[in-house]
């Protein structure tokens, strides 16, 4: 299928549909759903705790909150430089479906655990949380891409890698929004 755009024929804009066709079928759906629902949780926890931080509303025994949200972004952000090369060392070695279960396994506890950092808010405990969903995140990203050739055609793999890259970003976007809105109505305060 060929496509006149702005007088330049361009192959593959017919296929753009079938791209969106991907989050109907069973084979792609479920690790779409996955994968944003992960995405989302870490950002929504992240952005909650940085928050709270920044705004003084842990108590921080007199660290000032500029460094710590520095921190907790390094924190965050550390075992994807550690560990996503082993990741990928495993997902080509392993079954990656299991390294897919097995991360979102940890992510359950990852997630209740962040939940008690809220309600304890304990400041200390949660640079450990905050580790362990990049850590998970470090495991799971390389499974995710490398997943997608078993369960797509070949025709379907840069739409569905497109896809799970737009999923990723709106699923870090809607999670740093929502973590930033809900804590200070949590809190009572409005910032």
């Not at 509303?57 to 710590?68: R, Y």
């Not at 995140?137 to 890698?161: C, M, R, V």
């Amino acid at each position: 299928c060929c496509t006149l755009v702005g007088g330049i024929y361009v192959n593959g804009l017919c296929n753009m549909k079938s791209q969106f066709l991907l989050l109907k079928e069973r084979r792609f759906l479920p690790l779409f759903i996955l994968q944003f629902f992960g995405a989302f949780n870490d950002n929504l926890a992240k952005t909650a705790f940085v928050v709270l931080m920044a705004y003084g509303l842990w108590d921080a025994h007199g660290v000032a909150p500029e460094i710590l949200v520095s921190v907790a972004a390094g924190v965050f952000i550390l075992p994807f430089i550690l560990f996503c090369p082993f990741a990928g060392y495993l997902a080509d070695h392993y079954d990656k479906a299991l390294i897919i279960r097995r991360a979102k396994l940890a992510e359950i506890f990852i997630a209740l655990a962040a939940v008690a950092v809220l309600y304890s808010g304990n400041l200390y405990f949660a640079l450990p949380v905050l580790f362990a969903l990049g850590l998970q995140s470090a495991f799971f990203t390389p499974s995710k891409f490398s997943i997608l050739p078993q369960h797509l055609k070949a025709d379907e793999l840069i739409g569905g890698n497109a896809l799970v890259s737009t999923g990723t970003y709106l699923a870090i976007l809607g999670g740093t929004m929502i973590g930033a809105a809900l804590i200070p109505l949590a809190q009572g305060k409005f910032i």
